[in-house]
């Protein structure tokens, strides 16, 4: 882009489509909004889930009992609200990017494995925050299904222990005052740096480290590209800006690619 293409303020929809589709090498930036059309509430917009309760911090989660049957309880909740949740429009449209040999990668801030539901290959997704659809033990590491952590609590009450070596089992997820994963945030920086189009989409851009990878991209020399219905922080950097709903970008961009099917 050798001009900002802010739709709205001069520019069109299918101007800021076509420098997308001209990109090599993609990275996608996604937070809770690429998943609200799947009937999965982000934090942040009124009425989401952030208004309504307090985080748990990690180191709470680790010491109170009541703090762990409290984190389950939510976890439950947010579980059975993944479990019926298809792909969206922005999932499939990274998928047909990924098919066309356009995407590098995912970096995503959520939780839900909708960027792997829609089929994307597992060495694709980077998973800032880890995953809600399954749990570990904080001792071990042994995995541990959500369904078999809800029946321990049911038959005994108390919030589930590893079954080798009975340590606290949490779910995979990143807690507020948890360590970010190591890998994963080494992955997202050195994608971040060799992509030509960083492309962000359903985030407030406010949860940090994490919101500094879009940046890094843009100091690096990739494009900015910004799909939000509200403003963020480094709008005013963008090369590019959509303030608008991700599936009008991306239905949009779907019949651009020839493919609007999904998995
Ligand atoms: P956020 O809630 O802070 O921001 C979401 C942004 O998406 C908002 O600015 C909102 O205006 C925008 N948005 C929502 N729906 C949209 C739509 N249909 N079209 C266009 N824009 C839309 O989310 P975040 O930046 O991802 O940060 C919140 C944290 O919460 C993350 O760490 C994430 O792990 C976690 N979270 C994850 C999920 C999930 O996995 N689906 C859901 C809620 C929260
Ligand atoms: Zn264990």
Redesign the pocket.
């Known amino acids: 882009m050798y001009r900002q293409i802010h739709v709205g303020k001069g520019s069109t929809l299918d101007e800021l489509i076509a420098e997308f589709l001209a990109a090599k090498n993609i990275v996608a930036f996604t937070?809770?909004?690429i998943?609200?059309?799947c009937g999965?509430?982000?934090?942040?917009?009124p009425g989401?889930?952030?208004s309504k309760m307090t985080p748990i911090q990690f180191s709470d989660f680790m010491t109170s009992e009541e703090a762990r049957l409290e984190d389950w309880r939510r976890r439950f909740l947010m579980y059975q609200q993944f479990g019926d949740a298809q792909p969206g429009s922005g999932h499939r449209a990274l998928r047909a990017l990924h098919d066309a040999g356009q995407l590098r990668s995912v970096v995503t801030?959520?939780?839900?494995g909708l960027h792997s539901k829609s089929g994307l290959p597992s060495e694709k997704v980077i998973e800032l925050?880890g995953n809600g659809t399954f749990a570990t033990c904080m001792s071990c590491g042994a995995h541990h299904d959500i369904e078999w952590a809800e029946a321990e609590i049911e038959r005994t009450t108390s919030s589930p222990c590893c079954r080798l070596c009975s340590g606290h089992v949490k779910a995979a997820i990143i807690s507020f005052g948890q360590m970010m994963p190591e890998e994963e945030m080494d992955r997202a920086v050195r994608d971040a740096q060799a992509a030509d189009l960083m492309v962000v989409i359903?985030?407030?851009?406010?949860?940090h480290p994490?919101a500094q990878i879009p940046e890094l991209a843009k100091d690096s020399g990739a494009q900015l590209l910004i799909i939000?219905?509200?403003p963020t922080p480094l709008d005013w950097m963008a090369d590019g800006l959509f303030h608008?709903?991700?599936?009008t970008f991306f239905e949009r961009l779907l019949v651009e690619c020839g493919s609007s099917t999904s998995g």
């Open positions: 937070g809770a909004g998943s609200t059309e999965i509430p982000d934090y942040r917009s989401g889930i952030w801030q959520n939780i839900d925050h359903g985030s407030s851009l406010v949860v994490a939000n219905r509200e608008g709903e991700i599936s």
